[in-house]
């Protein structure tokens, strides 16, 4: 159960939304276990048309795997909490991912892209190390090239101190 008003709609005055839409009580679920196809997909976003014939929202961050234009899907649908009084479904899953690298099924049947991508984070972490302990060595020999200029200057000023030394004459004979 929803309450809401009515006004019509500002980019096309023919056609009425609702508006300040409030949710009486606490059913998220519309529908579950529904099924589609989905018909199409933008940046972040597409349709589905469901069994039913109507068109539904969707967003891809509620996607498992990525869905593309013509996968079957099966999918719930709830209120949206972006886009108040309008459904959208969520959860969905293509029946057609298995196929897609995207796929936890497509994972589980190439083992060997999941140490390939293990042993690029591991190469990864090696080069910042590296990177790190260039730093360091850099800073190193800084600090022993200071240390080295500061010895030249404390035996300079050492020999100063002692003054001329002092030397025997030679013996004439």
Not at 37 to 55: L, N, P, Q, R, W
Not at 61 to 76: E, H, I, L, Q, Y
Not at 134 to 158: F, G, P, S, W
Request: with cysteine; hydrophobic share 35%.
């Amino acid at each position: 159960m929803v309450k809401f008003t009515v006004e019509r709609r500002a980019s096309n005055p023919k056609q009425l939304q609702a508006k300040s839409v409030q949710f009486d009580g606490h059913q998220t679920f519309v529908q579950q276990n529904q099924k589609g196809e989905v018909k199409s997909v933008s940046s972040g976003h597409g349709f589905i048309v469901s069994d039913a014939g109507s068109d539904v929202f969707f967003r891809m961050a509620s996607c498992n795997g990525m869905p593309m234009p013509g996968d079957a899907v099966t999918f719930d649908v709830k209120w949206s909490e972006v886009r108040p009084g309008m459904l959208e479904a969520v959860n969905v899953c293509s029946e057609r991912a298995p196929d897609r690298p995207t796929s936890p099924v497509w994972k589980e049947k190439h083992p060997e892209i999941a140490v390939v991508k293990e042993f690029a984070t591991v190469v990864t972490q090696l080069a910042e190390r590296a990177e790190g302990a260039e730093a360091e060595v850099k800073t190193l020999a800084e600090k022993l090239e200071a240390a080295e200029k500061r010895i030249q200057e404390l035996t300079t000023e050492l020999e100063t101190l002692k003054g001329p030394t002092e030397q025997t004459p030679e013996r004439t004979r």
